[in-house]
């Protein structure tokens, strides 16, 4: 057993313990943090197949971003998870066994992909550029159109979620900037010149202080 291979099984049982310590641990935000690290050991497996962009763009994207975002939600909303977690090992078992299924149902499809007599061997270019820069030539070269189509409807997708948050509704506070450019300050706000005046026992101790 090389090298590889014992940094491959560490990272795996790390990965399955976090993974495991997702779902049962009792603090929302512990979950979040057994995630992160479930995240950061999947990406060391990817770097061990020598995939360096994938293994970047989980911990950029989900690591760095979208974990990030989860963590600042449920600090700020302080979500009780005692209520959630009311019926935890009763429905536990048939969660299992509805696990035990899917587990075998993605190794049954993905298990003819490992059975590879020969891997192609890589042509110098490739060798050269690396597998990062290979893979954005093929994405904006080959496959440009359909990352355009992807980009739509994201942006499409964004649009709708905005439009979503703009409706009126009666708890909503929204703004109409046509409003706000058409105010006129002098109705906003009146500057009054008004005489100085002072407290009664000011103006005693001045007269004292005269007299």
Known sequence: MNTTSVLFYLFSFVLLAAS??????????????????????????????????LAITLVLVYVGAVMVLFLFVVMMLDIHSDKAREGFWKHLPLAALVGVVVA??????????????????????????GNSKMLGIAIYRDYLYPL??????????????????????????????????????KERMRIVKMAPV????KAEQDQQGAA
């Open 20 to 53: 495991f310590r997702v779902i049962t641990a009792k603090s929302t935000v512990h979950a979040a943090l057994f995630l992160v690290l479930a995240f950061f050991n999947a990406s060391c497996i990817w770097m061990l197949l020598k995939a360096e962009f």
């Open 104 to 129: 075998l149902e993605m190794a049954a499809v993905l298990m003819g992909g490992f059975q590879l007599s020969q891997p192609a061997e890589l042509s110098a270019e490739a060798v050269k550029l």
């Open 148 to 185: 355009q189509i992807a980009a739509v409807l994201l942006l499409v997708a964004i649009i709708a979620a905005i439009a979503l948050t703009l409706r009126q509704r009666k708890d909503s506070r929204s703004q109409d900037p046509s409003q706000q450019v058409r105010a006129n300050p």
């Open 198 to 201: 002072l407290p009664a026992a």
